[in-house]
């Protein structure tokens, strides 16, 4: 039972995906990446190739351990729920947002001083995951997709906060060394690809008894022969008993 709801293809990207980025940190801390290789510099040409490299980059340890975790889960949960689009979806994040991060210069907010920075690590990614997979169920509502939103947004709901510039809620002696702008790029990429993708992929589930003008005749051949065979229950009698007639039908749906 286990093998027919756990796809493993789901947890072999996953684990393909954070085994790269630990290739690319031990290639970038034997100086493979010397200075601002690799990394994403905003409205420089030289920072183009980060849309594609930086992800593999990280400043230290701490950093490659806090986003191993959560692009882990995320896209196994991608690949388990939505492999029709997975691929397609982790594309478009990954890129769509490099581009749109090298496309946001860094500016202090309050004093409007523009500086030049080298963006590197996959937190961006998982923000595009992470909201593409809230929204997405959302968008659907679909009980089983909107159960991965409800478990995205329990343990991941505190993203929300990173969208925002640190200077928002303290005064810093120096500048952050969070990329905001890569949040909030993520962000907007993943619900933007939840509603664009909203059609694609497993939908909400609908029985043929549930559309308009619906009608079956071998049902109502089971209607009327439960009729015949038991009248009593058409009288006026209790709600629940009226209940059982549908309970009935049901079983007789089933022995045929």
């Not at 290639?27 to 593999?56: D, E, H, M, R």
Request: charged share 15%; aromatic share 16%.
């Amino acid at each position: 039972m286990f093998k027919d709801t756990l796809d493993f293809n789901a947890v072999l990207y996953a684990a393909l995906i954070v085994t790269a980025m630990w290739l690319g940190f031990l290639v970038q801390n034997l100086g493979g990446f010397p200075g601002c290789t690799g990394a994403i510099i905003p409205l420089n040409p030289s920072g183009l190739k980060g849309i594609f490299l930086s992800p593999f980059l990280h400043g230290n340890i701490e950093h490659i351990f806090g986003n191993s975790v959560p692009i882990f889960v995320l896209v196994f949960l991608l690949f388990q729920f939505y492999p029709f689009i997975a691929k397609k979806v982790l594309l478009t994040g990954w890129l769509v947002t490099g581009f749109l991060v090298w496309l946001l210069p860094s500016i202090d907010i309050y004093t409007g001083e523009f500086t030049q920075v080298c963006i590197i690590g996959a937190s961006g990614v998982v923000y595009a995951l992470a909201f593409f997979l809230f929204f997405s169920g959302i968008f659907r509502w679909n009980m089983k997709l909107l159960t991965v939103s409800m478990v995205v947004a329990l343990y991941y709901g505190s993203l929300i906060w990173g969208v925002l510039p640190e200077e928002l809620f303290s005064h810093l002696a120096e500048p952050s060394r969070i990329s905001w702008q890569s949040h909030l790029s993520g962000a907007v990429i993943g619900v933007m690809m939840a509603f664009i993708f909203r059609r694609s992929g497993e939908q909400k589930k609908r029985f043929i008894w549930q559309f308009p003008n619906y009608y079956s005749e071998k049902d109502d051949k089971l209607w009327q022969q439960y009729r015949e065979d038991h009248p009593d229950d058409f009288l006026d009698l209790p709600q629940k008993k009226k209940d059982n007639v549908w309970e009935h039908l049901d079983e007789l749906r089933k022995n045929e």
